[in-house]
């Protein structure tokens, strides 16, 4: 059962991070324009939010198996 406790601690420090940190910011770079040796680029950022929800849940399912995988042994 030492997975079950090693899943635990890793949702539990997910739903922590989840909480703390609201939103992933990804940054994409295309090529508008290529004509031959001149190329223009442009650099696009998406906000990902993380619902809060989520790391409520993976907090409460990681204390789950970490209690499951101390209960069993």
């Given at each position: 059962?030492?997975?079950?406790?090693?899943?635990?601690?890793?949702?539990?420090?997910?739903?922590?991070?989840?909480?703390?940190?609201?939103?992933?910011?990804?940054?994409?770079?295309?090529?508008?324009?290529?004509l031959g040796p001149l190329s223009i680029e442009a650099k696009e950022e998406r906000v990902i939010p993380i619902p809060?929800?989520?790391?409520?849940?993976?907090?409460?399912?990681?204390?789950?198996?970490?209690?499951?995988?101390?209960?069993?042994?």
């Open positions: 059962m030492r997975v079950l406790f090693v899943l635990g601690i890793v949702l539990v420090i997910a739903g922590i991070a989840a909480l703390v940190v609201p939103y992933i910011v990804v940054s994409d770079t295309k090529e508008v324009v290529d809060s929800i989520a790391g409520i849940a993976s907090v409460v399912a990681g204390l789950a198996c970490i209690f499951m995988a101390r209960r069993s042994t």
